[in-house]
């Protein structure tokens, strides 16, 4: 999370993929159509506070809401967010975010029958590269 939205590189990136007749086209009405069709996400974010449901900064996130909202535009709406969040409050909340993280992971990929990359060790770092297939 930047800025309680998302970074400008990943902007840039879904600048560069969502428009017009290559993502989703208007119908003769002016009503959008969305063109990505059976296409399934997993969302991983790292945060440094906390925006979780129970947390007064929970109407500050507006990076979930934006990307639930561009890529339910393009037509991916089975959308899965796992948020590992207070990144930055202390080293251990940090290794439980990511502990909670991994785990969230690997039951998503589970549950969309996905194969996972079984890293060795993952570090801080890799859990933005866990890797996940879809069929
Ligand atoms: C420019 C910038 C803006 C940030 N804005 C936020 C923010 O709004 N909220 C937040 O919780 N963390 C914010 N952070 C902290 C990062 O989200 C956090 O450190 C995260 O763990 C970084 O993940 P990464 O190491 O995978 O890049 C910001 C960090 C940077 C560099």
Redesign the pocket.
């Known amino acids: 999370?930047?800025?309680?939205s998302i970074?400008y590189v990943l902007k840039f990136y879904i600048d560069a993929i969502v428009q017009s007749s290559y993502m989703y086209r208007y119908n003769e009405l002016g009503q959008p159509i969305p063109l990505v069709h059976g296409k399934k996400m997993i969302c991983i974010s790292?945060?440094?506070?906390d925006?979780s449901l129970s947390s007064p900064m929970h109407t500050?996130d507006f990076q979930e809401p934006y990307l639930r909202s561009i890529f339910g535009f393009i037509g991916i709406t089975d959308l899965r967010f796992i948020n590992?969040q207070s990144?930055?409050v202390t080293p251990a909340l940090r290794e439980v975010a990511i502990a909670s993280a991994i785990e969230e992971a690997k039951q998503i990929a589970q549950n969309f029958g996905w194969e996972m990359d079984t890293a060795p060790k993952l570090s801080t770092?890799q859990?933005?590269s866990i890797n996940l297939f879809a069929d």
Do not use: E, K, Q
């Open positions: 999370m930047w800025n309680f970074p790292t945060r440094g506070g925006y500050l590992a990144m930055d770092v859990v933005c």
